[in-house]
């Protein structure tokens, strides 16, 4: 394999119950539609209540297993919206391509999330190839975390034959502490500076990292990986993916102060 990883110690900050843990799922900024059997619209991809290989049903059982609550913010986040949120997911923000009337991050949406974060908050940031994801207003969050998703693609898998050019070997990290070998296509990569650091490379690429701010923790990474397609047993058995969402989650969770 030619991937690398090590771990630094860091933010553990375990706490010792988990029972009340909220998750919250932004569904503002990600809102994709399509028709149900009956022909209504209904928003997908990437949802808690999508059982298929674009919903991430598994994801969230993950959170379920670690003691926590789940929910979906379809509105605007708010200080009000966001006071009910301990963990807080931006997954894949609408290109216009994506949707007629994509919600983009705007400046007050930024002081309102980076607030929440100061003030405790758990934020996890989860981009895209620059192709599938509205970069340039995502990007003017993560830059108060000292965050960069780069317009780049690294890691494409053509089919299924060629799985292995998208397999990470996990070594001593500390996010990722059950899984060994995962796998991740077609993600971006991060620029780092200020109080963020990388705790996921391919080679010299940061693909996951992590900023404190104020009393809060993010993490970031270039793809939305944990989808239900890379955690449901599709993939050879090689590949834990299933273990790194309950690592995953369990490390978010624990980032939470009660």
């Known amino acids: 394999m030619k991937r690398i990883f090590f771990g630094m110690l860091f933010l553990m900050g375990i706490t010792s119950s988990h029972a009340q843990t909220r998750v919250v799922l932004d569904s503002w900024f990600n809102n994709e539609h399509i028709k149900d059997a009956s022909g209504k619209l209904i928003s997908y991809h990437y949802k808690w209540e999508e059982t298929d290989n674009a919903g991430f049903s ?7 297993r670690n003691g926590a609550t789940l929910s979906t913010l379809y509105e605007r986040p708010s200080p009000e919206r966001l006071a ?3 963990i807080y997911i931006i997954v894949d923000p609408d290109t216009k391509k994506e949707t007629p009337d994509p919600k983009f991050i705007e400046t007050k949406d930024i002081k309102v999330i980076s607030d929440w974060v100061e003030n405790g ?8 190839d620059s192709a599938n994801v509205e970069l340039k207003h995502f990007n003017e969050l993560a830059a108060n975390f000292g965050i960069h998703f780069n ?5 494409h898998v053509s089919d299924d034959k060629h799985l ?3 397999a990470f070997i996990i070594i001593d990290n500390p996010v990722i502490r059950t899984a060994r070998k995962i796998f991740m ?3 971006c990569s991060l620029s780092l500076s200020g109080p963020a650091y990388s705790i996921l490379k391919d080679g010299d690429n940061d693909i996951i990292a992590v900023a404190q701010y104020g009393k809060g923790v993010v993490m970031a990474v270039g793809d939305p990986w944990l989808y239900n397609e890379y955690t449901n047993g599709r993939l050879p058995k090689e590949f834990q993916n299933d273990k790194a969402a309950d690592d995953i989650a369990k490390w978010l969770i624990g980032q939470v102060k009660k």
Do not use: S
């Open 164 to 166: 292995k050019q998208g």
């Open 151 to 155: 317009n780049d693609l690294l890691n």
């Open 121 to 128: 908050g758990v934020l996890l940031l989860m981009a895209n």
């Open 84 to 86: 009910r949120a301990d």
């Open 185 to 187: 296509k077609d993600i």
């Open 58 to 64: 598994q994801f969230g059982e993950a959170f379920k």
